[in-house]
């Protein structure tokens, strides 16, 4: 995928109030998409800012007694310090209230003013105060804003408008021959539905009367510029239309507007038609992603239920709150917040199935060859298991820039921990613990260079989601460069041997629930105490207990039956033996999520035929109401291992 130049852009955030999770979203999704392009050696160009006119500004610098301009300049440091926070790598940081973007928008409304884009007109019509727009008695629903649904004001005054309906055809034919404009494409056809009714000309002033806080039109001292009118031209005028030639040609058309899918109109109808009206190229592609909600439900203020992403970055680190939003949402559609959602991924991802594996690696590298990477036979990747690694740390990474050219981090994300998962399975099939033993340390060597190589490719591919956990992996396996190149990850053997490898603390310590920090305001769970004698359970001797086999195992993989809501089909390693079993448990855990688990199972199990697959054993878990957990071992041991 070669292009000449990427240009990704976040709304510009409303400074009434401090950031939430909707903002860091965002931001962090096009810090993302601009480290890839980045590493894909694109020139990249990432914008983000504040918007900070209007009347929701306003309100708020009423509200605490300030000035407009106290407001801004107190608000705007939260926004620009959470961005430190979370490792923002924008490249330009636009605010509203500054002289190179008032200028623009001035010079647009001129233009346009000259060209008779826009008009002065009487008016006579319904405003919707918190939406800041104005709406034709017909567009009402029951005498309310459609939008917001809130009581409305009838006003009669004169104003500026911009011939927004004359375009409506020219856009309609546009979207619909530019299928990549507007995404996801269900957004593309709310657009079009949008259209389907008539267009109107947008007014684009305010009586100054009524409220000052904005950029004065050029012609007509009395009024201020909409919001909207002003905000939407940050895209250009950040990189120097008007001003700067050169770097307009560079960076415009922008390749990503990223939105929330609630400014769709405003990105899709009215900043197309402005552009058309300019003589502008339209972006790329608009891109809505769909909200975050908590559990449930919408995130408001009044329910209390607002996430704060300066709070989960303190209690929960910084990667692993950008791991979780960009693997948990699946782009374009609402996903839910919850704490028990995060620790779930985080426990399972990151501390299972990644910090495991390098922890694994480096101690094994640690005992077995005096903490250098060893040397790995030279045909390495001749041998059947080693070329199955590698296909898989290789579809990892044909997969992540699939999926980035069609926004779908989430599985990208999701095909890398899949080949972390077939590395700690090789580690199984491998067992170096046991080749280490052998005279011959060629074998033991080539395991764990094979193995600290797939962690190469994986931290490299997860580096943009984790910069600084991963830049921490990359300098326990013994790298010095700071820079990751895409086109490193397609070569094996790019590691050193020799180079020594570093022992520390785990890279993502497990959260055990009953430790997780309880969310400001959230009650801590109530502590339960178990009676230590079930009452009515019939006592077993010994030698009963004896007689049922538990053994380790290891889940190599897992996958859905065909017609069974409820039932995994798993092949397990027990010793040296391969097995199937299959097992009720397919409403708490997905697949994926198994795979390199090491579980107990009942190995002396006489086999049992369910839906028509043979089941040699059966595995252990605990079922309490909806919830169930399978029963793991407390560390890494192998397989096969008597469990008494
Ligand atoms: N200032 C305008 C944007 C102008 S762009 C030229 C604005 N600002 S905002 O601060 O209110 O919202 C910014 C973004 O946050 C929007 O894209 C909105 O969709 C997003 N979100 C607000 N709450 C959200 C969630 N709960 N989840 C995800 N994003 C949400 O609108």
Not at 22 to 29: E, N, S
Not at 609 to 627: D, F, W
Request: charged share 25%; hydrophobic share 40%.
């Amino acid at each position: 995928m070669k292009r000449d130049h990427f240009y990704v852009t976040t709304p510009i955030y409303y400074v009434n109030d401090k950031p939430h999770i909707g903002h860091a979203y965002t931001t962090i999704l096009a810090d993302v998409l601009a480290r890839y392009y980045r590493m894909l050696d694109v020139p990249s160009h990432f914008l983000t800012g504040t918007d900070e006119h209007g009347q929701k500004v306003w309100q708020a610098a009423q509200a605490a007694g300030i000035t407009a301009q106290e407001q801004v300049d107190r608000t705007v440091i939260r926004f620009q310090d959470l961005w430190k926070k979370l490792e923002i790598t924008h490249d330009d940081f636009i605010r509203t209230t500054e002289l190179r973007h008032k200028k623009v928008v001035q010079g647009i409304l001129q233009d346009l003013y000259d060209r008779g884009e826009i008009y002065r007109d009487e008016y006579d019509g319904w405003y919707c105060t918190p939406c800041e727009r104005f709406f034709m008695e017909k567009d009402l629903v029951e005498g309310c804003c459609p939008e917001c649904k809130r009581p409305v004001e009838k006003i009669r005054e004169a104003n500026y408008f911009f011939r927004m309906g004359k375009y409506q055809e020219w856009l309609i034919e546009y979207i619909n021959e530019h299928p990549k404009f507007i995404q996801p494409d269900y957004r593309r056809n709310e657009t079009l539905g949008f259209l389907r009714k008539e267009l109107n000309d947008l007014c684009i002033s305010r009586p100054k009367s009524r409220m000052a806080w904005g950029i004065d039109l050029p012609f007509d001292d009395q009024y201020v510029t909409y919001v909207w009118f002003d905000a939407l031209v940050n895209y250009i005028s950040a990189v120097g239309y008007k001003s700067d030639d050169a770097q307009f040609a560079k960076w415009w058309p922008a390749s990503y507007h990223l939105i929330g899918k609630d400014i769709l109109t405003t990105h899709t109808v009215y900043w197309p038609t402005m552009l058309k009206a300019m003589g502008l190229p339209m972006p790329q592609t608009i891109f809505a992603h769909g909200w975050w909600l908590s559990g449930e439900s919408k995130m408001s203020k009044s329910l209390g239920n607002v996430v704060n992403p300066m709070d989960m970055a303190d209690r929960c680190g910084v990667d692993a709150f950008r791991y979780f939003l960009m693997a948990e949402m699946s782009l374009g559609q609402d996903a839910s917040f919850t704490e028990e959602a995060f620790i779930r991924r985080y426990n399972s991802d990151l501390a299972n199935d990644l910090g495991n594996l390098l922890s694994r690696v480096m101690k094994m590298v640690g005992s077995y060859c005096e903490g250098k990477l060893p040397l790995p036979a030279p045909d390495a990747l001749n041998g059947k298991d080693e070329a199955d690694l590698w296909a898989e740390v290789q579809k990892a990474v044909a997969e992540m820039e699939k999926t980035l050219q069609g926004m779908r981090l989430d599985l990208g994300l999701a095909a890398v921990l899949a080949a972390v998962r077939a590395t700690n399975r090789y580690l199984e099939i491998k067992q170096p613990w046991t080749l280490a033993g052998q005279d011959d340390k060629g074998p033991l060597h080539t395991t764990l260079y094979c193995a600290a190589e797939a962690l190469r490719v994986a931290s490299a591919l997860l580096s943009p989601v984790m910069p600084g956990k991963m830049q921490a992996l990359r300098s326990t396996l013994g790298m010095d460069e700071t820079k990751t190149d895409f086109s490193r990850l397609q070569h094996f053997g790019l590691l050193k041997p020799g180079s020594e490898v570093k022992t520390g603390d785990p890279l993502f310590p497990r959260i055990r629930t009953e430790d997780a920090p309880a969310a400001p305001g959230k009650k801590e769970p109530e502590k339960k105490t178990m009676p230590s004698t079930p009452e009515g359970v019939a006592l077993i001797s010994y030698d009963d207990f004896m007689k049922v086999q538990l053994r380790t195992a290891k889940i190599l993989n897992a996958e859905p039956v065909k017609d069974a809501t409820k039932l995994l089909r798993l092949d397990i390693l027990v010793g040296k033996e391969r097995r199937q079993i299959v097992a009720g448990i397919a409403l708490h855990y997905k697949p994926e999520e198994l795979i390199g688990k090491t579980i107990i199972v009942v190995a002396n199990l006489q086999p049992a035929k369910i839906r028509g697959i043979e089941s040699n054993g059966m595995l252990l878990a605990a079922t309490s109401g909806a919830v169930m957990r399978l029963i793991t071992t407390d560390g890494e041991i192998s397989s096969g291992i008597p469990v008494k």
